[in-house]
């Protein structure tokens, strides 16, 4: 056998054939299960065996205010393998998960971590298969949004278990850092969300949603808590209603915590009749109308990491105003694909006016367009397997 023979044998040993990812999918809603369907789908279409571990039980209710953690609309059309095993308050099934992953065999298991909480469960796994396979983590967060007694140790716990890190946000990667991660971390950009349907046309999509047909509509989009910021956006929306007399405010989203400081605000606002709120967890073939329906979605967080939010924007190319915060200000290049401004209500409302005024839409949505390339699924494959030949 010569050299260039065995540097492609040995190439070839160096990719992942066999994935196996640990994390939450349907029946579960929510952004990651829809982002690991989306990740388990491109893995096969690029050649890798892929199968998702799920969850029998995911969350104590303490942690999970929804009305539901199911996902009600109709189960997928796809061929993508789904086992419900681990118990996150039963260690037998985590012993059970560890077992199953030894007999298939993967390269890698890639662990969705974004809740200390799930940190016996998920390290408890990691470490009974440290020797057999690769463990990379895929971190949403490090530092939870809301932090708790106890959760550095629990973070401690995992992030020991694991080969290698992967992440999509700056924020996050230099979270590991401070943690004095010494293992190899990958930072990628988070991939569009390509699952809930085509886009529509606005008319038809203000239709469905029964809102005014001639209206700016500005978004906003995903389940509500402090952190992310309503009661800024509702507060610059009263702040700059009157000079934009066309301008709406539509919440599409439930809340994870007591709704009547929303509702209170809404409710004494003098521009009421022009904010409306679908307070309920929004559907997945219902999301392509809200994005379509929209001239702007507005994420107002006050912090942040990465967001499905925004690549659902992206996706249906419905420019953004952010918050400078956490993944955020990596994601919207200022004056571009959108705004990027400083957390307060000032800066809000001046950005709205802003775009309304300029009539700026339609060249952000060229922005927007030149942007997409960067958040592709490609990208993030090559993302994984890279750090897997590191950790190899």
């Given at each position: 056998?010569?050299?260039?023979?065995?540097?492609?044998?040995?190439?070839?040993?160096?990719?992942?054939?066999?994935?196996?990812?640990?994390?939450?999918?349907?029946?579960?809603?929510?952004?990651?299960?829809?982002?690991?369907?989306?990740l388990?789908?491109?893995?096969?279409?690029?050649?890798?065996?892929?199968?998702?571990?799920?969850?029998?039980?995911?969350?104590?209710?303490f942690?999970?205010?929804?009305?539901?953690?199911?996902?009600?609309?109709?189960?997928?059309?796809?061929?993508?393998?789904?086992?419900?095993?681990?118990?996150?308050?039963?260690?037998?099934?985590?012993?059970?998960?560890?077992?199953?992953?030894?007999?298939?065999?993967?390269?890698?298991?890639?662990?969705?971590?974004?809740?200390?909480?799930?940190?016996?469960?998920?390290?408890?796994?990691?470490?009974?298969v440290?020797?057999?396979?690769?463990?990379?983590?895929?971190?949403?967060?490090?530092?939870?949004?809301?932090?708790?007694?106890?959760?550095?140790m629990?973070?401690?716990?995992?992030?020991?278990?694991?080969?290698?890190?992967?992440?999509?946000?700056?924020?996050?990667?230099?979270?590991?850092?401070?943690?004095?991660?010494?293992?190899?971390?990958?930072?990628?950009?988070?991939?569009?969300?390509?699952?809930?349907?085509?886009?529509?046309?606005?008319?038809?999509?203000?239709?469905?949603?029964?809102?005014?047909?001639?209206?700016?509509?500005?978004?906003?989009?995903?389940?509500?808590?402090?952190?992310?910021?309503?009661?800024?956006?509702?507060?610059?929306?009263?702040?700059?209603a009157?000079?934009?007399?066309?301008?709406?405010l539509?919440?599409?989203?439930?809340?994870?915590?007591?709704?009547?400081?929303?509702?209170?605000?809404?409710?004494?606002?003098?521009?009421?009749?022009?904010?409306?709120?679908?307070?309920?967890?929004?559907?997945?073939?219902?999301?392509?109308?809200y994005?379509?329906?929209a001239?702007?979605?507005?994420q107002?967080?006050?912090?942040?990491?990465?967001?499905?939010?925004s690549?659902?924007?992206?996706?249906?190319?419905?420019?953004?105003?952010?918050?400078?915060?956490?993944?955020?200000?990596?994601?919207?290049?200022?004056?571009?694909?959108?705004?990027?401004?400083?957390?307060?209500?000032?800066?809000?409302a001046?950005?709205?006016?802003?775009?309304?005024?300029?009539?700026?839409?339609?060249?952000?949505?060229?922005?927007?367009?030149?942007?997409?390339?960067?958040?592709?699924?490609?990208?993030?494959?090559?993302?994984?397997?890279?750090?897997?030949?590191?950790?190899?």
């Open positions: 056998m010569n050299l260039i023979s065995k540097m492609f044998q040995t190439f070839e040993h160096l990719k992942i054939k066999r994935l196996i990812i640990i994390g939450p999918a349907y029946p579960l809603r929510g952004g990651p299960a829809v982002f690991n369907e989306n388990a789908w491109h893995c096969q279409q690029s050649g890798i065996e892929t199968e998702i571990l799920s969850y029998t039980y995911q969350y104590p209710s942690l999970f205010p929804g009305s539901t953690q199911f996902n009600t609309s109709d189960a997928p059309k796809d061929q993508i393998k789904r086992r419900a095993l681990i118990h996150t308050l039963n260690p037998y099934t985590w012993w059970t998960t560890a077992k199953y992953i030894k007999q298939q065999k993967p390269d890698v298991i890639l662990i969705r971590f974004w809740l200390p909480f799930f940190a016996p469960a998920l390290g408890s796994i990691a470490r009974l440290f020797k057999s396979t690769r463990v990379i983590a895929l971190t949403d967060n490090v530092i939870p949004h809301e932090t708790r007694i106890g959760d550095r629990l973070i401690r716990y995992f992030i020991k278990s694991c080969h290698g890190f992967i992440t999509m946000s700056k924020s996050v990667k230099d979270e590991l850092e401070h943690l004095n991660i010494k293992k190899p971390i990958a930072l990628t950009p988070h991939p569009l969300y390509e699952t809930y349907g085509p886009a529509m046309e606005r008319k038809k999509a203000r239709e469905i949603l029964q809102l005014p047909l001639d209206a700016d509509i500005v978004l906003y989009f995903g389940l509500i808590r402090h952190y992310k910021g309503l009661d800024l956006l509702i507060e610059a929306f009263n702040n700059c009157a000079q934009l007399p066309n301008m709406y539509l919440i599409a989203g439930e809340c994870y915590e007591k709704p009547e400081p929303y509702s209170a605000m809404i409710a004494e606002s003098a521009y009421k009749q022009r904010i409306i709120w679908h307070q309920h967890f929004i559907k997945d073939e219902a999301i392509p109308a994005f379509c329906a001239n702007l979605a507005a107002t967080y006050r912090h942040a990491t990465n967001s499905g939010v690549m659902l924007a992206y996706y249906y190319r419905t420019p953004l105003l952010v918050t400078a915060t956490g993944g955020l200000q990596d994601i919207v290049p200022h004056n571009k694909a959108g705004f990027c401004i400083p957390v307060n209500t000032s800066a809000i001046e950005h709205l006016v802003l775009y309304f005024k300029n009539n700026l839409e339609q060249p952000f949505k060229r922005g927007l367009e030149s942007e997409r390339i960067k958040y592709q699924w490609s990208a993030f494959l090559d993302a994984l397997q890279t750090l897997y030949k590191s950790i190899s």
